[in-house]
């Protein structure tokens, strides 16, 4: 069984993501791509450009001290342009740590992510994690 182009193209994100390889993930994304984190932390909303992106895929590995990971649980296109992706992440911040699991829905055009929403099973659980925004 031959998997769908749009699943290959975001388990190729996932596998560039979970080596730091932010090169190769912003490779995947058109220019103007967006993506939306839930919550109120430091490292929620609306992300706009592949630059602000690959900026904020930084940060999380920055505020993790480089121990944010990700497990892909499943890849689940529709043949439209679409995939759901579930997975559970884990990271590290000072003398917390984090577990939980998490989705993403990948809009595909043309062969790349132009939009990535993600969510996740405990936004105030996430938000306590990471901090929350300077107001």
Known sequence: MSMHPDAVLVRKGYEAFSKGDMETLGSLMTGDCTQFSPGQSQVSGHHKGRDNIIDHERELFELSNGTMRVELEGVYPDGR?????????????????????????????????????????????????????EE
């Open 81 to 133: 342009g679409h995939v759901m992706s579930a997975h559970k992440w884990f990271a590290e911040r000072g003398d917390r740590g984090i577990e939980m699991k998490g989705g993403i829905f990948f809009t595909i055009v043309g062969g790349k992510i132009t939009d990535i929403d993600e969510c996740v099973e405990d936004i105030d659980q996430a938000d306590a994690f990471w901090g929350r925004a």
